[in-house]
């Protein structure tokens, strides 16, 4: 056989692992069809057969015979004489069946049915690999660090799979070596030219929920209901959870005793604090939870503006906006509603708006950021713990002080 070329391109699809036997049958014989077709014009009088397994074809041409001088088209007929070459006994009118070495259609043709052959297989691979992941959509997935760049870190899998870890996906306190581990979820595959990206995320807050699955037996077996999930990567989330069994805790089965169920989430989140909180379709009740671990003394909700007023008792606000403000801007976000804080017994307070001919909004947003939107919310800390809990220089900061304690001595 002189077919050495292609045994040697079979030895080394035979055994891929995205191919299955029918299919590699069909794209060889997709890539020689090709080839015989921008040899010899058509490839329609033509039989090819295969065994992927041993590395072999054969191909015939068949053809009819003509008489001499009465060949119109080559590759489809053949006169007489040139068939008795073949076998002396041939007529007019029988068909000839005869085989094509592939040395025939030449080295650079060989060459082209090589390369034609590797790029279908690739091509095939990268349209299975998409499929496959696709289906992974939104699971949890393992894969180990293999290249760690400035803006990314490409993760191998047990398959040799390239899965991507961007930056923006990671948790701030993330921080991995080339063979460790790293658990996300598959957040998207999309095709780019025929390559499939895969982007895995650790900030989702899909992450989140799918640890619970993993890690809480009652919420894998679906007893407990993930109602939603909100999170500040790394520093903060809340999760509202609900049960249609009335002798399960859901809270207290999801956190365990002494938070021994939920501090593998939390270990593998870069020590994020997690609230879990049970769900309530009473919205006024839902937004008092969300605020936890503040007491709420009274809720007043606009529904049309989707708007909350929050009552608390002065030691409670701090409790209720927490640390850079995540408490109430998670609160907001698990019940969708916009949360403002009022301080109860204190009656006369400005909203810092109302300051925009005087403050500059830029100023009045970093405030908000941490959930000072009032006056007296902001002169209720010292200069100190301002700096250290905005991005304003203390200078801004001491002329804010100034301009509301002017207004409220009035």
């Not at 040899?39 to 590395?55: A, M, R, T, V």
């Not at 699955?213 to 609900?242: C, H, N, S, W, Y």
């Not at 606000?317 to 698990?334: E, P, Y």
Request: glycine content about 6%; proline content about 3%; hydrophobic content about 40%.
């Amino acid at each position: 056989m002189e077919n050495i070329a292609l045994i040697e391109s079979f030895s080394e699809f035979k055994d891929d692992k995205f191919i299955d036997r029918v299919t590699l049958m069909a794209i060889l014989e997709e890539v020689f069809r090709s080839a015989l077709k921008k040899k010899f014009g058509s490839d329609d009088n033509f039989d090819i057969i295969i065994n992927p397994d041993k590395g072999d074809l054969e191909i015939w041409r068949n053809r009819i015979v003509v008489e001499d001088g009465d060949v119109m088209d080559p590759n489809e007929e053949i006169s007489i004489t040139e068939a008795r070459k073949i076998e002396p006994d041939f007529e007019v009118g029988e068909d000839v069946s005869e085989e094509v070495k592939l040395i025939d259609l030449g080295r650079r043709a060989i060459l082209a049915l090589r390369q034609n052959l590797i790029a279908k297989i690739h091509e095939h691979d990268n349209t299975t690999i998409y499929k496959q992941f696709k289906e992974l959509e939104g699971e949890i997935y393992t894969a180990e660090v293999h290249h760690i760049r400035h803006q990314a870190i490409i993760l191998l899998d047990d398959e040799g799979n390239e899965i991507i870890l961007p930056k923006d996906k990671q948790i701030p306190a993330d921080f991995f070596r080339k063979g460790d581990n790293v658990r996300g979820i598959i957040e998207s595959v999309e095709l780019k030219g025929n390559k499939p990206a895969i982007i895995m995320s650790r900030t989702s807050p899909l992450f989140l929920e799918q640890l619970f699955f993993q890690e809480i037996p009652e919420v894998f077996d679906g007893l407990i209901t993930i109602k939603k999930a909100v999170r500040i990567p790394g520093e903060k989330a809340k999760v509202a959870v609900d049960s249609y069994d009335d002798r399960i805790d859901p809270v207290g089965a999801c956190v365990g005793m002494k938070g021994s169920r939920i501090h593998g989430i939390v270990k593998e989140l870069g020590n994020e604090n997690i609230d879990v909180i049970n769900w309530t379709t009473n919205p006024t009740l839902l937004v008092t939870r969300a605020l936890s671990p503040a007491r709420v003394s009274s809720v007043k909700l606009d529904d049309e503006k989707m708007t909350a007023q929050v009552y608390l008792k002065p030691e409670e606000v701090s409790k209720a906006i927490g640390r850079g403000g995540h408490n109430i801007r998670l609160a907001g976000q698990l019940t969708g509603y916009e949360i403002d804080v009022f301080r109860e017994g204190v009656e006369e307070d400005v909203e810092l708006t109302e300051f925009s001919d005087e403050i500059e909004a830029w100023i009045i947003e970093e405030f908000s950021k941490i959930g000072l939107d009032t006056a007296r919310s902001v002169l209720e800390h010292d200069a100190d713990d301002l700096v250290k809990r905005t991005d304003l220089e203390e200078e801004t900061i001491l002329d804010v002080i100034r301009i509301l304690r002017e207004e409220l001595e009035e």
